[in-house]
C-alpha cells in the first residue's frame, strides 16, 4: 500500500501544477496561455492569439481607474468582472458545460469539453466551493489575476479573457501573498519528535521522493512509520490500525513553543480508507518564538495531550500517533509552515539539529525518503 494523507481525493485524475509558479513562466504578449497539468500527461500549453481589449473597454477602465485607486492602483473591467462571476457561478452550480461554452475555440480544441470537465471535477473535489473571488491586478495589461478563496484552498486564478468577452486563457495555482513572512528554513532546534527509529516514508525536494511538494503549505513535509527490518509498517496483515507498529506511539514536542492550534475528536480511520473532510484529521500547531508554525497531523482520536494556549517545552507528550483524516495508514505527517492558515501557508524547509540517520550521526539535517531515523541520545 502507499501511503497517501494529501488534500487530494484519491480517485482524483488530475493535480493543479502548483510547481510552475514563476511569474515570468506567464507571458502573456502576444498570446495567452493556459497551462492545466493531468496526471500522467505532460503539462498542457496552448497558444492562442491575444487581441488587445477593444477601446471601448479600455476608457471605461481607464476612466474607473482615475475614479477609483483601490490598493492595488487598478480596477477590474466590467467585461472582466461578467466573465469572471459567470465563471464563479456556472463553478459552484457544477456547470461546466456552461463553462466549456465560455471558452473559445482555441481553448475549446485544446480542452475538449470532457477533459474540461475532468478538470473542473478534480478541482473542486480538492478544493471544493469558491467561497470569494479579489480580482487583484491585471498582468502584462493582458490578462487578470485573482485571489480566489475555495472551501479549502486558496488560489490565484488567472483569467484571460478575447475581444468577444471568451475565456482564452486560465491558469490555477495556488495563492502566495507577497506581504507575508518569508521562511527559507527553520532557524529553531529541532529534535525529532518521537522516541526510538522511525522511517521517512516521503520526504525530500522531488516529487519522487515527496508527493507533497505539489502543497504549497506542505512541499516540505514528511510522513514517517515505523518499519521492521522485512520493511514492513505493520506486523501481521495491515488490516487493523492497532497492528501498525506507529499506532499509538507517543509524539512529543519538537522544541518549546506555544500550542497555537488543536483538533481532536476526529475517528481514526480504517487503514486503506480515508477521511478528506477535514485532512489532516486530529492535529496540532506550535509556533516558536521564531514564528515557525510547526503542524502535526493525524494524531489518534482523543489522545491529544495540549491545548491551545498552552506553551510546551522541548520532549513534551503532545499526543499518539494516529490514522485521522486524509491518512491511507497510521504515520506522523509533519511540515513547518510560515503562518498558520494551511490554506495561505507556504512550506518551509525542515532540518533538525542532530539525528541518527541509517546509523550515522548528523547534524542540521532534513532527512529524506527510505531513511530510518532517530533522537540521539
Ligand atoms: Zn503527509
Known sequence: ??????????????????????????????????RIKFCAEKPKTVTSNYKEPNMIDKL????????????????????????ADKFVENYNENDFKSIFDSFSLEMQSALPLDKATDFLKGLKSQAGQITKLQFVKYVNGTYASYKTNFERALFTVNISVDNNSKINGL????????????????????????????????GGDTK???????????KNAFDIVIKDEKGNSF?????????YYAFGKELIAPCDGEIVLVVDGIKDNKPGELNPMYAPGNSVIIKTD???????????????????????KQ???????????????PHLHFHIQNIEDM?????????FDKLNVNGQIKTDYSPIKNEKISNVK
Open 60 to 83: 471605461i477602465l481607464i476612466t474607473l481607474t482615475l475614479l477609483t485607486i483601490n490598493v492595488f492602483g487598478q480596477i477590474e473591467s466590467s467585461t472582466y468582472k461578467i466573465v
Open 290 to 312: 521564531k514564528n515557525e508554525y510547526l503542524f502535526f497531523a493525524h494524531f489518534k482520536q482523543n489522545t491529544i495531550k495540549v491545548k491551545q494556549g498552552q506553551n510546551v
Open 343 to 351: 490554506n495561505a501557508a507556504t512550506g518551509v524547509k525542515c532540518y
Open 171 to 202: 491558469f490555477i495555482k495556488p495563492f502566495t501573498d507577497e506581504n507575508l513572512p518569508k521562511m527559507e528554513r527553520n532557524i529553531t532546534k529541532l529534535q525529532l519528535p518521537f522516541n526510538g527509529e522511525w522511517t521517512v516514508f516521503w
Open 208 to 218: 519522487e521522493l515527496n508527493y507533497h511538494i505539489e502543497n504549497q503549505a506542505q
Open 315 to 329: 520532549g513534551e507528550l503532545l499526543g499518539l500517533c494516529g490514522n485521522s483524516g486524509n491518512s491511507s495508514e
Open 1 to 34: 500500500m502507499v501511503l497517501t494523507d494529501n488534500i487530494k481525493a484519491t480517485n482524483s485524475a488530475f493535480a493543479i501544477d502548483g510547481v510552475w509558479s514563476s511569474a515570468d513562466s506567464f507571458v502573456v504578449k502576444e498570446s495567452s496561455v493556459l
Open 235 to 243: 506486523r501481521i496483515d495491515g488490516i487493523t490500525n492497532e497492528d
